[in-house]
Structures are given as structure tokens and as C-alpha cells.
């Protein structure tokens, strides 16, 4: 048997008492090792210290004032609940708050929408009418030819109704 | 009365019943706390709280397992947070301390050994020290004097676990107090 193997067994035997077999081989170690029977003097020596002598009683009235204290608890506690959802929505605001910034700064902006002729023009103090006159001019025509293609579409669905 | 109905009023609410359940359990909540913090006051003052947090959490108790494990499963985990919070006053074992505790050997003379009592709180000093999950099941083990099989219910732990850890525990514990010792130039255990 090894130190180490002497060691755990010396540990259990402290708890329990050891197989008839463990213990003369246990015993015929501790013979020979001076090590391993200065460890089982530490051991014992700190096991001894670690139970104590004796455990005093709580304090006066131990269970007087605990009762008082859970009545006290339970009057305060729907305080408490109302104090914990305060805190809770309080929290969730602020979560809220925080995301929807954060989605603000995240979220892509427009690119500049370029300005059309005319409203260049009126940036620059000067008359759009007549160039808007053109644009109208033009634009009409292609109206025109766009209400021929939806009244053509439209006879086509009456058709189909 | 039965535990089984002193759970059940207690549970509806009934103050006195729960009184009774106090009354059974101080005694063995107590000591527990005791054992974690080793000050009756600190320890008077947890137990208390135990009691509190069972008592608000009794209406999810659902009898799976007994009710004292279930107990000391709260004051095991309240005794933890205590420890955690109470951290920075734990007591460093110096050298010196160690020293002056004539804790090392060879020190014969009468006058020279301080009494049993301050060996346990150098002792005592060492296993604060220790990282809490070998704190916690040496406590149970060496100071509750628990059996294995009842620490690993509460600590919701195999009893192999239980033992490994009890194992490493021990021989940490051994190994500050003695490496300190032999710093110290004491070479004949404690």
C-alpha cells in the first residue's frame, strides 16, 4: 500500500469503520511510515478541534420574534409586489427606450432625394412656370396615352364580369 | 400533530402551525447556521431568515422530498450567500497568527500552549478559507456531523461526490494549517 492509497483510507476510517482486510493493511503501513502517521495525528487533531464541544441555543424568544417578523413580512407584501413590478416596468421602459435608439441609429437614412428641375429653380429665386409649362406639356401627352391603355383595361374586365 | 398537517396549515397560512414546524427545526436550523458562521448572533440572525424564506416559499413546497431536507437545502444556500458576503471579513491566517497561536509544535511548556479554544479558531480560521464547495461539505460533515448520505440530499449531490469532495477538503485544510507550520519550523504536526 502507497501513501496515497493509506491516506484515503485513513480518511474513511475516520467515518467508517474499515474492512477487517483494509484496516491490518492500513495498520501495517502506518507501522512503517513516520509521514503517514504524522498525517493521521494532523487529521485527527483538526477533526477533533472542528467538532464542537458544545452548540449554543439561539437567541431569547427565537421563535416569538419570527413569528412577528413574517407577520410584518406578510402586511408588507403587497407593497412589496406593487414596489417589484414598479421596478420591473420601470425597467422595461428603459429597455424600450434604449432599443428604439438603438433601432434609430441602425436603420439606413434615405439618400437625398435629388431635386427636380423646377424646384431647383425656385431655390434659385427664379421663375419655374415656364419650364413647368414644358414638363406639363409633356407629361400630358403620355397621360393621354396612358388613359387609353386603362380604359382599354378596364372594357376587358367588364367583358370578363 | 402530523408534519405532513403542520405543512398543509402552514401552507393556508396558519401561523401557529408554522410555529410548531419552528419549533421542531430551530434546533437543527440553528446549529447548521452556527456551524457556517460561528457567532450566535450572525447565526441567530440567518436561521431567522431561513425560517422567513420558508415560509414565503412553502406554498411551492411539494413534498418530493422531506421537509427538513428541503429546510436545510435553504439554509445551506443561505448559509453560502452569507459566506460570500461576509468574505472580506474572513481572517487571514498569517504566519505569525499561526504563530502566535502556538499552534506549532514543540512547544512543550506549559505556559507556552494557549488553550484548546484557540487552536479550534485557528482551525476554524483555515476552513474559512477553503473554497466554498469544501467549506460547505466539511461543515456538514465535520461540524454537523451529517451523514453522507443526507449531505448529498441536501446538496442535491452524488454520495461519491460527497465523499471526493469531503476527501480534497480535508486534505486542503491539513495542508494550510501544516504548510504554515512548517514554514513556521515546526515539523511535528500540529
Known amino acids: 500500500m502507497d501513501c496515497k492509497k493509506a491516506e484515503r483510507f485513513l480518511l474513511r476510517s475516520y467515518d467508517t469503520a474499515l474492512e477487517p482486510e483494509e484496516k491490518k493493511r492500513l495498520q501495517g503501513h502506518l507501522e512503517g511510515c513516520p509521514s503517514c502517521r504524522r498525517k493521521d495525528r ?34 408588507a407584501a403587497p407593497a412589496l409586489f406593487g414596489l417589484k413590478w414598479a421596478h420591473r416596468a420601470v425597467l422595461f421602459f ?24 423646377a424646384e431647383r429653380l425656385f431655390l434659385q429665386n427664379e421663375n419655374p412656370l415656364t419650364e413647368t409649362a414644358s414638363l406639363l406639356n409633356q407629361q400630358r401627352a403620355e397621360d393621354k396615352n396612358m388613359m387609353l391603355i386603362f380604359a382599354s383595361l378596364d372594357d376587358r374586365n367588364g367583358g370578363r364580369r | 400533530m402530523d408534519e405532513r398537517e403542520l405543512i398543509r396549515r402552514s401552507q393556508q397560512g396558519d401561523g401557529e402551525a408554522f410555529g410548531v414546524l419552528i419549533e421542531r427545526f430551530k434546533g437543527k436550523v440553528f446549529s447548521l447556521a452556527y456551524g457556517f458562521t460561528q457567532d450566535r448572533t450572525a447565526a441567530d440572525d440567518l436561521a431567522q431568515e431561513v425560517f422567513i424564506k420558508a415560509y414565503f416559499s412553502l406554498p411551492r413546497f411539494k413534498a418530493r422530498s422531506e421537509f427538513g431536507t428541503w429546510l436545510y437545502r435553504i439554509a445551506v444556500n443561505h448559509a453560502k450567500d452569507f459566506l460570500r458576503k461576509n468574505r472580506s471579513r474572513q481572517k487571514d491566517i498569517s504566519i505569525d497568527e499561526i504563530g502566535e ?54 446538496l442535491d449531490l452524488s454520495p461519491g461526490t460527497v465523499d471526493s469532495r469531503l476527501h480534497r477538503a480535508r486534505q486542503k485544510l491539513r495542508q494550510r494549517l501544516t504548510t504554515s507550520l512548517n514554514r513556521q519550523g515546526g515539523d511535528d504536526g500540529l
Open chain 1, 42 to 75: 494532523e487529521y485527527r487533531e483538526i477533526l477533533g478541534h472542528l467538532r464542537p464541544d458544545f452548540i449554543p441555543e439561539p437567541l431569547p424568544y427565537f421563535r416569538e420574534r419570527l413569528l412577528a417578523r413574517i407577520r410584518e413580512k406578510d402586511k
Open chain 1, 94 to 117: 428603459l429597455a424600450v427606450q434604449i432599443l428604439f435608439g438603438v433601432g434609430l441609429l441602425l436603420t439606413p437614412r434615405e439618400k437625398t432625394r435629388e431635386l427636380s428641375r
Open chain 2, 101 to 154: 497561536n502556538r499552534l506549532a509544535a514543540g512547544e512543550k511548556s506549559q505556559e507556552d500552549l494557549r488553550s484548546v479554544e484557540e487552536r479550534r479558531a485557528t482551525v476554524l480560521a483555515a476552513v474559512e478559507r477553503l473554497p466554498e464547495k469544501y467549506r460547505v461539505v466539511l461543515t456538514l460533515r465535520d461540524i454537523e456531523g451529517m451523514s453522507y448520505e443526507d449531505i448529498a440530499r441536501i
